[in-house]
């Protein structure tokens, strides 16, 4: 199971951090040791000050796909949940400065949450909502209308460099609205109007 992530997929977010927009989807990866156990705390990691939460949708690939067509891509994912990208941002910046690799700042252990899974058939995915809350304030609120690439142009545009396989999982981009998250701060993540996460942090 493989962990592939899309960046700059909100032009919100892309001003926010004062980024160019991309002519292509900007694609990276975690390891399955990134995935956290929504059941126990989120560490924060001793070596940013400066960790920040991305909420966004994520889909589960159900069969194995290389060269997906756009009109086909449908058929290769039936559930749906809402994640976190945690994102060491100090050291991401670092790193982008230094023309290296975002690995320590995207991939460490825990650095993903995934909800429960749902049919897909359930929602909307053209015009899907979900917002995020720090401590019971609402810090993102996004709709799957506003992203650049929907859903099957991104595994269309995926599966032309990696093979998909059954498992593996794709977060679609952030919207605006990242933040630091400290030490005792709660994260509540809803799809629609229904609760699908509650984390802490420490």
Not at 21 to 44: C, G, H, R, S, Y
Not at 51 to 77: C, D, L, R, S, W
Not at 129 to 147: A, E, I, P, R
Request: hydrophobic share 35%; aromatic share 12%.
């Amino acid at each position: 199971m493989k962990i592939i992530c899309v960046g700059r997929n909100y032009s919100d977010h892309i001003n926010e951090l004062n980024n160019e927009k991309p002519q292509n989807p900007v694609l990276f990866m975690k390891p399955d040791t990134a995935l956290m156990n929504t059941e126990m705390p989120f560490p924060i990691p001793e070596f940013s000050d400066n960790v920040q939460y991305e909420a966004e949708i994520v889909v589960k690939i159900n069969k194995t796909g290389k060269h997906i067509q756009p009109e086909f891509a449908h058929k290769y994912y039936d559930k749906i949940a809402l994640g976190i990208d945690f994102t060491a941002r100090d050291t991401q910046q670092y790193l982008k400065e230094k023309g290296l690799p975002w690995e320590k700042a995207k991939a460490f252990d825990n650095s993903a949450v995934v909800s429960d899974f749902f049919p897909k058939e359930n929602y909307d995915l053209q015009n899907l909502s979900f917002t995020l809350q720090c401590n019971q304030q609402v810090v993102q609120s996004g709709n799957t209308k506003d992203m650049l690439w929907k859903t099957d142009e991104l595994i269309a545009y995926i599966s032309t460099y990696f093979t998909l396989k059954t498992g593996d999982m794709i977060f679609t981009g952030t919207p605006a609205g990242v933040g630091k998250i400290n030490s005792g701060d709660k994260l509540e993540g809803f799809l629609e109007d229904k609760k699908v996460f509650d984390i802490k942090a420490l």
